[in-house]
Structure formats: C-alpha cells, structure tokens
C-alpha cells in the first residue's frame, strides 16, 4: 500500500485546510479494511496521533488538542481519507502524515506509533498568527 499525502499549506490563525491521502496498490475491498489514522510532527516535538478512524467510518478518534476542530472522513470508493481542519492555530502548524493500520485495537488510546505499517510522505501545514 502507498499513501500519497497533499492539501498542506500556509493560511493565517481561524483559516481552514483540507488534507486528503489517497491510498493506491490497495483495491477498495482491501483499503475498506483499514483503519487510517492521521499524525503531525512539529519541529523538536514528537510525533503525535490526531485523528484517526475505522473501516466503517463509524468509529473515530481525536487528540484533544484537535478535537471540535477538525473531522476526519474517508471515501472507500476512492480510496481515500481525509482531514478537514478548521479554526487552526500557529500551534497546529506541523508536517502531517497519514497512516494506515489493519490492527484492530478497541482502545484508540491503545494505538502506537509502530502498529501504522504505512505511511504517507507527510504534507507540511503552517499557520501564521
């Protein structure tokens, strides 16, 4: 499976930014599978898991430090997952990456950086005060 990332830029604080990964070598059958998740790294900090969501949609998971602003969404027909981030702040300004996991974990607290077996090339979003 390839992740192919895009949708990053720069706006101002209260801007909006759709991220969009588009998943290939995977027929629908198979991306509807996965659980996809979305990551950002600011320089100097770790890594940390913002959003993520499972095959039917149905289940899905915000960092606190994102929740009430952004949504994230998939397309099994187009294998596709997106993130819609709105009122950003210069603190949401980082390099985004999608990942994607077929493991199934009840918790999504539970979720660690190495159960994503692939990873997008990440998009860079920057937000200027």
């Known amino acids: 499976v390839q992740l192919q990332a895009s949708g990053g830029g720069r706006v101002q604080t209260g801007g909006s930014l759709r991220l969009s990964c588009a998943a290939s070598?995977?027929?629908?059958?198979?991306?509807?599978?996965?659980?996809m998740g979305w990551y950002r790294q600011a320089l100097g900090k770790e890594r940390e898991f913002v959003a993520g969501?499972?095959?039917?949609?149905?289940?899905?998971y915000y960092s606190d430090s994102v929740k009430g602003r952004f949504t994230i969404s998939r397309d099994n027909a187009k294998n596709t997952v997106y993130l819609q981030m709105n009122s950003l702040r210069p603190e949401d300004t980082a390099v985004y990456y999608c990942?994607?996991?077929?493991?199934?974990?009840?918790?999504?607290?539970?979720?660690?950086?190495?159960?994503?077996?692939?990873w997008g090339q990440g998009t860079e979003v920057t937000v200027s005060s």
């Open positions: 990942a994607t996991t077929m493991k199934f974990l009840y918790d999504w607290s539970d979720y660690r950086r190495s159960d994503f077996g692939y």
């Open positions: 070598a995977a027929s629908e059958r198979t991306f509807s599978r996965y659980t």
């Open positions: 969501i499972r095959w039917s949609g149905v289940s899905r």
